[in-house]
């Protein structure tokens, strides 16, 4: 376990379709955080899990979206009825509610609805 | 939303020159962060400050925080051509917790060799 895993790397999908990420976590680390990156933005937050509760949404997080961390290992996020406006960045991070330090991001998932 | 703003948006630089970049935010903050993205790929952590701390060293990395102008700079000595990449500032209000961290835009470091 190395760090931060993110699939697909890449998903192109059709307008209206639904599409679903994974992100496993580094083991130690009981917070995962998502946030999303568009071109020449930094990343925004999107929902925030401590093991497996959901503490915080943005209200970036349409009702299209949800997300879950089952057993608070890896996590999902889902986007339902895919827009073009949802095509970015999906970033994933988790850190150590024990350790002050800096998050640990995955290399993301970029996602483009067409 | 955006905390704060890095200036420059874009910098270029020769290799072996030093590379500067500031950060303003706008809230009171536990800590401030760096991290350096390479094109399509995901963050890097570089350098945590926290408020009471006024200067950080790591390797190359300078950063000094300000908290009364709530402003921070961050310092790449000896440049290279691999620290070519998106460097942003990222602000943490709670201690990691259920807000995250809020990034600014981000300065695009272009080393030229």
């Known amino acids: 376990d190395t760090g931060v895993s993110q699939n697909p790397r890449h998903k192109i999908t059709k307008r209206g379709q639904n599409v679903t990420f994974r992100c496993d976590p580094i083991?130690?680390?009981?917070?995962l955080y998502w946030y999303r990156q568009t071109l020449g933005q930094g990343p925004e937050f999107l929902t925030y899990f401590q093991n497996e509760a959901q503490l915080e949404k943005s209200r970036l997080l349409s009702d299209r979206f949800s997300a879950e961390r089952p057993k608070g290992s890896f996590s999902t996020l889902e986007i339902q009825r895919t827009e073009q406006g949802d095509s970015a960045m999906y970033l994933c991070?988790?850190?150590?509610?024990?350790?002050?330090?800096?998050?640990?991001f995955g290399s993301g998932t970029r996602l483009t609805v067409v | 939303s955006q905390q704060g703003e890095e200036d420059p948006q874009a910098l270029s630089i020769q290799e072996g020159e030093n590379a500067t970049m500031n950060c303003s935010y706008k809230t009171s903050i536990n800590n401030l962060q760096w991290y350096r993205q390479n094109s399509g790929r995901g963050l890097v952590h570089l350098i945590l400050i926290r408020s009471n701390e006024r200067e950080k060293h790591s390797g190359r990395l300078r950063v000094t925080l300000d908290t009364s102008k709530k402003s921070s700079s961050l310092l790449i000595t000896a440049s290279r051509a691999a620290d070519t990449a998106s460097y942003f500032c990222a602000t943490d209000a709670f201690g990691g917790g259920a807000d995250g961290l809020t990034f600014g835009k981000g300065t695009h470091l272009i080393i030229q060799p």
């Open positions: 083991s130690e680390h009981n917070r």
């Open positions: 991070a988790s850190s150590s509610l024990f350790q002050l330090g800096g998050y640990t």
